[in-house]
C-alpha cells in the first residue's frame, strides 16, 4: 500500500483550523502544528465574536465566497450539535452621502442568493427604537446573516480534526531559512524536526516575518482595539435576541454586536490602527479610542450614553495592501502555501477557505486570480474595502 500523503499545515486559527480539517477528509495524512493553540488570544481568530456578513460592495468574490460560508458554518453546526452561528441578522447603515458601496452590494447580494431587505431610517428606527436613526439615509438588513463565536468554533474544529485522526503539535515553528529551506523540513520550538510532503503556512499576521521576501510588507498586523460596554440593568434592548449585529459606513466604519453571553455591548472602529507585533504587542486600549467610541455610542444609541466599560480586548488585522486575502503557492517552492491576509474581514470564510486551500494543495487547480501573489506587482496598493 502507498503511504498517505502527509501534509503539515503550520497554524490552527481560522483558515488553518479549517483547512487541516478538510485536508483529513481527502485521507491524508495531516500533522497540525500551532505555537499557543486554536483560537489562542495572540491570534486574529481570538476573541469572543465575529461578524457574519455578505455584504461587500462592488466587483468582489466576498458575498458569493460568505453565501457559501454561511452554508457550510450551517451544515457543521448542525453536525456537531453546536450553536457557534447567531442568526441576529445584520444591519448595515448608509450613513454617508455617498452610499456607492451600499448600492452596488445589492445586486451582489441578489447575485449570490443572500436574502437582504432595504430598509428606510424610519423603517430602521421602527423595527429597533434603541437605534438614533437621524442621519441613516437607508439600509441594507441581511435577516440570515448575524455574528460566529469565534474561538469556540477554532476550539471545535480543532476537537473535530484529532477526533477524525489529525495529529497536532503545540509549537512554534521557527523562522529560520524557510523561503528556501522547506525542503529539508521543518524545526520546532523544541528542537525536533518535521519533514512532510506539503506543508501550508496560515500563520495570520505572523506570516510576512515567516517569509520575509515573498510575504514580508504585504501582511500588515494594525492594532484593533474592542470596547464591550455594560447594558443598564435589567434592561435587554442591546441583547442579541433585540438587536442585530449592526455597522455604520461613515467617514470611518463603526460596528458591534449585541450583548451575548452574559458579555457586554461590543463596538470598535474598523480603521486600522498603529503597526503592532502580534507576539510582544502589550493588548491596552487607547484613551483617545475609548472616548471617540465612547461619543459615538451616546449617539447612535442614547440609552447606552452612560453605560460602564466593563471589559476590552485587542486584537489585530493581517492585512494585505488590498485587504484582498492570500491563498497561492510559495513562489519556488512548489509543495508550500502560503494562506492569510483575512484583512479584518476573513474569519467568516473559515470553512469556504479550508475547502479551497484543501483542494488546491492536493489537486492540480488554478488559484483564484484576486488571491494570488502575483497581483501584488500591479497592485493597487490603495485598497478597497473595509473589514468584518
Ligand atoms: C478585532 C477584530 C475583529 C474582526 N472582525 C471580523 C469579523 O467581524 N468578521 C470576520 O469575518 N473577520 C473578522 N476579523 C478578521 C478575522 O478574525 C481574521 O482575518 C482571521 O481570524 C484570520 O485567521 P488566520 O487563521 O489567518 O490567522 P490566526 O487566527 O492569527 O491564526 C494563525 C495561527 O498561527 C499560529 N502561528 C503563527 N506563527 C506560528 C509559528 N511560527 N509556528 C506555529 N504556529 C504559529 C498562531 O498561534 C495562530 O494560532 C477580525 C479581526 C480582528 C482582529
Same mark, same amino acid.
Given at each position: 500500500?502507498?503511504?498517505?500523503? !502527509?501534509?503539515?499545515?503550520?497554524?490552527?486559527?481560522?483558515?488553518?483550523?479549517?483547512?487541516?480539517? #478538510?485536508?483529513?477528509?481527502?485521507?491524508?495524512?495531516?500533522?497540525?502544528?500551532?505555537?499557543?493553540?486554536?483560537?489562542?488570544?495572540?491570534?486574529?481568530?481570538g476573541?469572543?465574536?465575529?461578524?457574519?456578513?455578505?455584504?461587500?460592495?462592488?466587483?468582489?468574490p $466576498?458575498?458569493?465566497?460568505?453565501?457559501?460560508?454561511?452554508?457550510?458554518?450551517?451544515?457543521?453546526e448542525?453536525?456537531?450539535?453546536?450553536?457557534?452561528?447567531?442568526?441576529?441578522?445584520?444591519?448595515?447603515?448608509?450613513?454617508?452621502?455617498? %452610499?456607492?458601496?451600499?448600492?452596488?452590494?445589492?445586486?451582489?447580494?441578489?447575485?449570490?442568493?443572500?436574502?437582504?431587505?432595504?430598509?428606510?431610517?424610519?423603517?430602521?428606527?421602527?423595527?429597533w427604537?434603541?437605534?438614533? =436613526?437621524?442621519?441613516?439615509r437607508?439600509?441594507?438588513?441581511?435577516?440570515?446573516?448575524?455574528?460566529?463565536?469565534?474561538?469556540?468554533?477554532?476550539?471545535?474544529?480543532?476537537?473535530?480534526?484529532?477526533?477524525?485522526?489529525?495529529?497536532?503539535? /503545540?509549537?512554534a515553528?521557527?523562522?529560520?531559512?524557510?523561503?528556501?529551506?522547506?525542503?529539508?523540513?521543518?524545526?520546532?520550538? %523544541?528542537?525536533?524536526?518535521?519533514?512532510?510532503?506539503? #506543508?501550508? *503556512?496560515?500563520?495570520?499576521?505572523?506570516?510576512?516575518?515567516?517569509?520575509?521576501?515573498?510575504?514580508?510588507?504585504?501582511?500588515?498586523?494594525?492594532?484593533?482595539?474592542?470596547?464591550? *460596554?455594560?447594558?443598564?440593568?435589567?434592561?435587554?434592548? *442591546?441583547a442579541?435576541?433585540?438587536?442585530? =449585529?449592526?455597522? %455604520?459606513?461613515?467617514?470611518? *466604519?463603526? $460596528?458591534?454586536?449585541?450583548?451575548?453571553?452574559?458579555?457586554?455591548?461590543?463596538?470598535?472602529?474598523?480603521?486600522?490602527?498603529?503597526?503592532?507585533?502580534?507576539?510582544?504587542?502589550?493588548r491596552?486600549?487607547?484613551?483617545?479610542?475609548?472616548?471617540?467610541?465612547?461619543? #459615538?455610542?451616546?449617539?447612535?444609541?442614547?440609552?447606552?450614553?452612560d453605560?460602564?466599560?466593563?471589559?476590552?480586548?485587542?486584537? /489585530? #488585522?493581517?492585512?494585505?495592501?488590498?485587504?484582498?486575502?492570500?491563498?497561492?503557492?510559495?513562489?519556488?517552492?512548489?509543495?508550500?502555501?502560503?494562506?492569510?491576509g483575512?484583512?479584518? !474581514?476573513?474569519?467568516?470564510?473559515?470553512?469556504?477557505?479550508?475547502?479551497?486551500?484543501?483542494?488546491?494543495?492536493m489537486?492540480?487547480?488554478?488559484?483564484?486570480?484576486?488571491?494570488?501573489?502575483?497581483?501584488?506587482?500591479k497592485?493597487?496598493?490603495?485598497? /478597497?474595502?473595509?473589514?468584518?
Open positions: 500500500m502507498p503511504s498517505k500523503t !502527509h501534509v503539515a499545515v503550520i497554524g490552527a486559527g481560522a483558515f488553518g483550523g479549517w483547512t487541516a480539517l #478538510y485536508l483529513l477528509r481527502r485521507n491524508v495524512r495531516v500533522t497540525l502544528v500551532d505555537a499557543w493553540g486554536p483560537g489562542n488570544s495572540r491570534s486574529s481568530s476573541g469572543e465574536t465575529r461578524i457574519m456578513r455578505g455584504t461587500y460592495g462592488p466587483n468582489q $466576498y458575498t458569493k465566497m460568505a453565501a457559501h460560508a454561511l452554508r457550510l458554518w450551517k451544515e457543521h448542525a453536525q456537531w450539535g453546536v450553536q457557534v452561528l447567531h442568526r441576529t441578522g445584520v444591519l448595515w447603515m448608509a450613513t454617508s452621502a455617498d %452610499d456607492q458601496f451600499e448600492r452596488s452590494s445589492l445586486p451582489m447580494l441578489r447575485d449570490a442568493g443572500v436574502a437582504y431587505e432595504e430598509l428606510s431610517g424610519k423603517g430602521v428606527s421602527k423595527r427604537p434603541q437605534i438614533n =436613526v437621524e442621519d441613516v437607508w439600509a441594507i438588513y441581511e435577516p440570515e446573516g448575524g455574528f460566529l463565536s469565534a474561538r469556540l468554533a477554532c476550539q471545535i474544529v480543532f476537537d473535530q480534526f484529532m477526533k477524525a485522526g489529525g495529529e497536532y503539535k /503545540q509549537a515553528v521557527l523562522p529560520h531559512d524557510l523561503e528556501d529551506g522547506v525542503r529539508q523540513g521543518l524545526t520546532l520550538s %523544541d528542537g525536533s524536526k518535521l519533514t512532510a510532503d506539503r #506543508y501550508v *503556512f496560515a500563520c495570520g499576521p505572523w506570516l510576512g516575518k515567516l517569509f520575509p521576501e515573498t510575504i514580508g510588507r504585504l501582511v500588515r498586523p494594525t492594532k484593533q482595539d474592542v470596547f464591550f *460596554f455594560g447594558t443598564p440593568a435589567g434592561d435587554d434592548r *442591546f442579541e435576541h433585540k438587536l442585530p =449585529v449592526w455597522a %455604520d459606513h461613515r467617514d470611518r *466604519f463603526i $460596528y458591534g454586536i449585541p450583548a451575548t453571553d452574559g458579555r457586554g455591548f461590543k463596538v470598535a472602529d474598523d480603521t486600522r490602527g498603529a503597526e503592532f507585533d502580534p507576539t510582544s504587542g502589550e491596552v486600549v487607547s484613551e483617545d479610542g475609548l472616548k471617540a467610541i465612547r461619543d #459615538y455610542v451616546a449617539f447612535r444609541f442614547p440609552a447606552m450614553k453605560a460602564r466599560l466593563i471589559e476590552t480586548r485587542v486584537c /489585530q #488585522y493581517e492585512n494585505t495592501p488590498d485587504n484582498h486575502l492570500i491563498i497561492d503557492r510559495h513562489g519556488t517552492a512548489e509543495n508550500v502555501w502560503l494562506v492569510g483575512g484583512s479584518g !474581514h476573513g474569519f467568516k470564510h473559515g470553512p469556504a477557505v479550508g475547502e479551497m486551500v484543501a483542494e488546491l494543495a489537486e492540480r487547480k488554478e488559484v483564484n486570480p484576486t488571491f494570488q501573489l502575483a497581483r501584488f506587482r497592485a493597487d496598493l490603495l485598497g /478597497q474595502d473595509s473589514g468584518c
